[in-house]
């Protein structure tokens, strides 16, 4: 049953009341649970839920008069159940999956129900690719709720993408049938500062009746914090600290706090509710980016709410927080959410709530997971060849695309230098006295180099600069095509020959992840839709990443997650420092600063 012919609650409402009123029989009763109500935060022993249509017809303490020849009793035994878990701010394509099978892979922890923003491949296919993500959305078992992406580029001006998304794209995508709302608006300073465009699309977005998203990346809450509030988002998930959470829900925002592959913002938020005591009613959980190995190897949404908990959150809240707080928000509190009369019956079933082993699932009233196993298709798109060849490189590189010239005469160079924080999104901007070598500038000790390699236009351009803080040992280099959110090249190495080498191997395959250590290739992660993603299962792509994780290690690199920062490095929208494909740029000021600076 796909979400283009499930039954509206009004479509299925006379056979809802049929059921509840005990004159017909449920296609399905669960019997016998703990049911956990997420309206009144209450858990109510010995009951029963009649389901009809893919939606609850009732939950009451015996629903034996809703039972007839055909009804299929799942036993409870006693069990909690629990509504779908929701995910509400995430992007599909950091899984590196296809809808398909990040659902396939998301199923079996619970989730049935995320609002995804897709775009990165807005930035490299435009709305023909959100069109693509969408309607692949679309065909799943559960619900997946798409955001039309609201800034491809992130930062006009900042950066080229392989396409622009504009306020018209917008009031186009919000006449489709899985769109939900806009999503994060990046542009914070476009925003604050009134820029007609970015008010244009979030007044197509608030005129079709829907939710504006947010991202906030910036410490000041001041006038420029209240402006952007003013301009219309309505949630945030960029905050870092208790004092972000509070300010945005004071200001009537949600606080949406992450726990990802490599973001780890919960612990340090949610003290707001469990310290401060805050109503927990405007403060979301959400994934933001996990990447398939966490997926197979940890969960997804069951994850970050048994983190939560584990951070002192009351397990009811936490549960809250990963449910009906987040249907409210969308405006789906009568769609979803909840255990309650005319919802889709998505369900859990689960024996603690604290350590929330999913054991049973069922998404619109059919089981699709059991101890850990998708027992449910998960319909694929035909993805056309025009999202499948998107490496446009222009030509092959060699070691002098990669060199940094020094100033003529100079001996050293004090060079601004990008500092990779762990578990963080935002960077550090330092600075390094760097030697210099035949006229080049040499990355020694923590330093290495960066590329930003031109992929949409085949131009054959390469930005360079320095980064510090993965730990690099030996000749060595990393090439991605998964580089938020333009998606051009990220190249990381320490020797110019391997980054050469690196970036042609990604042109041959059309996309993805490559790591290559004295001379030899250690670790390939094939992504031929869009360069972002894999139409292959979960697990076999997240045994190619955990290859290349460990490729990473064998290079010297002990960071948590740290292909995720390595992906982030050209995203400039957090700050302080990030490059693109125009140079490198300072997210304090959004200003290019020269990579090389005179010493004094």
Known sequence: MTQKTFPTWPEAAA???????????????IQGGKWVNVHTREVLDGYDIAIAAGRIACVVPDAASCVGPKTKVIQAHGRYMIPGLCDGHMHIESGMLTPAEFARAVIPHGTTSMFTDPHEIANVLGLDGVRMMHDE??????????????????????????????????????????????????????????????????????????????????????????GYVAGGPADDHEGTCEADAIARMRQGMRSMIRLGSAWYDVETQITAITEKGLDPRNMILCTDDCHSGTLVGEGHMNRVVRHAIDCGCDPLVALQMATINTATHFGLEREIGSLTPG???????????????IE?????????AEDGTCLVDCPHFDWPDAARQTVHMGKALGPDDFKIPAPTGANAVRANVIGVVENQAPTKALQFELPVTEGRVQATGEVCQIALVERH??????????????????????????????????????????????????????????????GVELALVELPIAGLMSDRPATEVAAKADQM???MRDCGCTLNNAYMQHSLLALVVIPELRISDLGLVDVRSFEFIPVIEPLS
């Open 343 to 357: 919802r889709r019956a998505d369900v859990i079933l689960t024996s603690d709530l604290k350590s929330l082993p």
């Open 549 to 551: 994780m460990q490729a």
């Open 137 to 226: 959305a679309l065909m799943q078992p559960v619900n997946i709720f798409n955001q039309m992406p609201s800034c491809a580029p992130s930062a006009p001006g900042m950066e080229t993408t392989g396409f622009e998304i504009s306020p018209e794209d917008v009031a186009e995508a919000m006449q489709w049938p899985g769109i939900i709302g806009l999503g994060e608006m990046m542009n914070f300073p476009g925003v604050s500062n009134a820029d007609p465009k970015m008010l244009a699309e979030i007044a197509a977005t608030q005129n079709a009746g829907k939710t504006v998203g947010g991202h906030y990346a910036s410490p000041d809450l001041g006038p420029a914090f209240a």
């Open 15 to 29: 056979q809802l009341i049929a059921v509840a009123t005990g004159q017909s029989p449920a296609d399905t009763v």
């Open 457 to 518: 236009r085949a131009t054959g351009a390469v930005t360079n600069a320095f980064v510090s803080g993965f730990g690099y040992d030996g000749p060595m280099a990393m090439a991605s095509t998964v580089a938020h959110d333009s998606h051009h090249m990220i190249v990381v190495g320490t020797d110019v020959d391997h980054m050469a080498q690196a970036a042609n191997r990604l042109g041959e395959v059309g996309g993805g992840i490559v790591i290559f250590k004295d």
């Open 360 to 368: 049973t699932v069922i998404a619109r009233g059919e089981i699709i």
